[in-house]
């Protein structure tokens, strides 16, 4: 603690480079936490669907849809407790550039079988009586200023068309990761719509026990395989993962932006600390001569950086956390983007390992230095 | 007297009753420029005797300033030993150097060398940090040094803001505030005009006379010189009175 003051004083010594440096770690650590929030958020989405149920899709791709009448085949399969479906719609609320997901799903059977989609049941028995109703996300509604019983016109791109909607329900997702910006309509509204002309894009399946779900998924591929339309069945959170995985390998992109961020802030830094390092070469001779350790000097230029990369660290990281968290920027394609306490405390540990690694060579030059050629320098 | 011969063993005050302090034996250092052998002090024997006052004079390269920090521990010798208050500085390490130095010397540098972020009163805080000393007894011992120098007014003052004169003496007073055993003073008047040579020259007269401290000063000015109780001189690494 006696030699607080002695660091305190060299950080400020040159107010602007401090300034500087701790500016360029905030900025490093303010991409660090954002990219590793897309990564965890991508890991969070492909375990959010549940292994209770099976998704059953035509073994095609999941554009091409399957014939209604595989419902009461399903239903009739040993171990499946129940049997829903949905539809991608596809349809574009004023500007294409305002994304949204909307479902046309089968209204009694689906909300029972997602309990994390929390609805008031006044509300969800509305939408059960009325074909054009549908539920919206919380945070939907916030968005676009929506209102209960207010109808919204969609036009359909997949289904063309415009396609009015009543609100009757807003649910709760339970979970940060389950986006609260999904639309949710009724099958039987496209159906009519369509002229009796869609079919179920996808089947969701609710077992009774879910460690048989790789033998249930066998037999339902196995049932079908011969078929006009044969299935892939699979968990649900593989089915999600499997979604993950269509944005590419992202998180291998984003460790790689990281890591050329993190070592591009590095040399900036380690450079820094090389030049301030260079400037006292005269004061730690004078420092030694009065008697100061190498392990002592060593100690207060590493202490000087990891105070400096630490506090750029906290402040990027701060900033993240008040930008990611409320706002979520991304919320559309990424629910539940949030900075997690993981990332956090890594960015925290990756600034002071920041500031070790780049005070290290001038605490090393440090304790080498010859105090005779050092004051001779000066003289 | 002093000799640069091994075998000779006698003061530089010529006295043989007083305490020696600073034991110097057949000391020899050479620089090299790449292949070439370059001597620096060539088997100096000295004894220094304590509460002396003593000057080295010599010409520029002579080997003076080295032969300090060598005292010092600050540079090391090929051949010979240095023994000060007992203790052989010439056999430590590094380490225990660094340790020996903050106990026993007390380093007063040409060009001040203070600390520019701190002041006056911290630069003189300096030493003490490495003592065990509690803040309000570092305290007691740097405003002591600033009264001694004459500088209690200008305690919280930063380098920049005191003259050559004044950043001497703040200099003087984080060489003595740790109560060195010695103090070495490498030019201290070498960067000041007449009337702050002739005040720093007063202290560190004052100093010895009333502090008893032991003074080993090296200088180019034959005025400083005789304000010590001995004059050496050193030409060619050879030391002779």
Do not use: C
């Not at chain 1, 006696?2 to 770690?25: D, E, H, P």
């Not at chain 1, 779900?213 to 078929?227: P, Q, W």
């Not at chain 2, 110097?24 to 509460?51: A, C, F, H, M, W």
Request: aromatic content about 8%.
């Amino acid at each position: 603690m006696k030699f607080a003051r002695l660091v305190w004083a060299n950080i400020f010594r040159n107010k602007r480079r401090t300034f500087l440096t701790a500016a360029s770690v905030a900025v490093a650590m303010f991409l660090f936490a954002s990219l590793r929030s897309i990564i965890t958020t991508l890991e969070a989405s492909a375990e959010l669907g549940s292994e209770a149920r099976l998704v059953t899709r035509n073994a095609i791709g999941i554009t091409f849809p399957l014939p209604e009448a595989y419902t009461s085949r399903l239903k009739s399969t040993s171990g499946i407790r129940n049997v829903s479906w949905a539809n991608w719609f596809g349809g574009v609320y004023q500007d294409p550039q305002d994304f949204f997901a909307q479902f046309a799903v089968h209204g009694e059977s689906y909300f029972a079988m997602y309990p994390e989609i929390r609805i008031p049941d006044d509300q969800l028995d509305l939408f059960l009586r009325e074909r054009t109703a549908a539920i919206v996300g919380t945070g939907l509604m916030e968005r676009f200023g929506w209102s209960l019983d207010q109808t919204v016109t969609l036009q359909g791109t997949i289904f063309p068309g415009d396609w009015e909607f009543t609100i009757r329900g807003v649910y709760t997702p339970d979970n940060p990761s389950f986006s609260d910006q999904t639309m949710y309509f009724r099958y039987d509204y496209l159906f009519e719509r369509t002229n009796r002309q869609v079919t179920p894009g996808w089947f969701i399946l609710q077992l009774e026990d879910p460690t048989a779900a790789a033998n249930i998924s066998t037999t339902i591929d196995a049932l079908f395989e011969n078929s006009t339309a044969p299935t892939a069945t699979e968990t649900e959170r593989a089915f999600q993962a499997g979604f993950v995985t269509m944005w590419g390998n992202v998180a291998g992109l984003v460790r790689a932006i990281g890591t050329a961020v993190f070592f591009a802030i590095l040399l900036v830094a380690a450079n820094t600390m090389m030049m301030a390092a260079r400037e006292r070469i005269n004061e730690v001779a004078v420092m030694k001569t009065l008697g100061f350790q190498n392990r002592t000097l060593a100690t207060l230029v590493l202490s000087e950086a990891t105070i400096i990369t630490g506090v750029g660290g906290l402040i990027g990281l701060l900033l993240a956390k008040g930008f990611i968290n409320p706002a979520n920027p991304v919320n559309v394609m990424l629910p539940g983007f949030i900075l997690t306490t993981g990332t956090f405390v890594a960015g925290v540990g990756i600034s002071i390992a920041l500031g070790l690694v780049s005070g290290a060579v001038p605490a090393w030059q440090s304790a080498r230095l010859s105090v005779v050629q050092a004051l001779r320098r000066v003289a | 007297m002093t000799t640069t011969k091994p075998s000779s063993d006698q003061t530089s005050s010529g006295s043989q009753t007083a305490t020696a302090l600073v034991e110097i034996r057949d000391l020899k250092k050479s620089y090299y420029r790449d292949s070439q052998e370059i001597p620096v002090i060539e088997g100096v024997t000295l004894t220094i005797n304590r509460g002396e006052f003593l000057a080295m004079m010599g010409p520029s390269g002579s080997g003076k300033s080295t032969l300090l920090n060598i005292i010092a521990g600050l540079d090391s010798a090929e051949h010979g030993s240095v023994i000060v208050d007992g203790e052989n500085v010439t056999a430590m390490s590094a380490r225990q150097l660094a340790t020996w130095r903050g106990r026993h010397i007390g380093f007063v540098f040409q060009f001040y060398n203070l600390l520019p972020v701190l002041t006056a009163y911290q630069n003189i805080e300096l030493p003490l940090l490495l003592t065990e000393l509690s803040k309000r007894e570092r305290k007691e011992h740097v405003l002591t040094a600033l009264d001694v120098v004459g500088l209690t007014d200008r305690a919280e003052h930063f380098p920049r803001q005191l003259s050559g004169g004044q950043q001497q003496r703040v200099g003087i007073a984080r060489a003595i505030v740790s109560d060195p055993t010695i103090i070495l003073a490498d030019e201290p008047t070498g960067d000041l005009d007449a009337k702050s040579a002739e005040e720093i020259l007063d202290l560190l007269t004052r100093l010895n006379e009333e502090f008893q401290k032991t003074i080993i000063m090296v200088t180019h000015d034959a005025k400083a010189a005789e304000r010590a109780h001995a004059v050496m001189h050193l030409d060619k690494g050879v030391l002779s009175r």
